[in-house]
């Protein structure tokens, strides 16, 4: 069983940067690949960003190239995810996923998801 612990979400202001982390116990951590996603009240959920097993290759969502970054550092069994320029839509719960089984971008694909943490972006 994986589990994963987000940690980092926070109110901020438009313009401001921030840094989501998520911990992951219970898989030998190189061997997966995780990803973001998020969700916005009474929207869907979300893909932002993913990055293979040995963090060499990393995809985003058109709505945040540029803006956030996608790391992995397999000695701290650790994701990261670092917003910049955030604006309010950018407002939402954002929730760690590990263990993809198939294209990237798709929710079904990931296997095992943390409990989420809120980053609200004030205008």
């Known amino acids: 069983q994986v589990q994963l612990l987000e940690s980092g979400g926070r109110l901020v202001q438009t313009g401001d940067s921030l840094r989501l982390s998520c911990v992951v116990s219970g898989r030998p951590f190189s061997a997966l690949s995780m990803a973001w996603f998020r969700q916005a009240p009474g929207n869907e959920r979300e893909y932002v960003a993913a990055?293979?097993?040995?963090?060499?290759?990393?995809e985003y969502a058109d709505s945040v190239k540029g803006r956030f970054t996608i790391s992995k550092d397999n000695s701290k069994n650790t994701v990261y995810l670092q917003l910049t320029a955030v604006q309010p839509e950018d407002t939402a719960v954002y929730y760690c996923?590990?263990?993809?089984?198939?294209?990237?971008?798709?929710?079904?694909?990931?296997?095992?998801w943390g409990q989420g943490t809120p980053v609200t972006v004030s205008s």
């Open positions: 990055i293979n097993p040995s963090g060499s290759s990393t």
């Open positions: 996923a590990a263990q993809a089984a198939g294209t990237w971008r798709f929710v079904d694909t990931w296997g095992y």
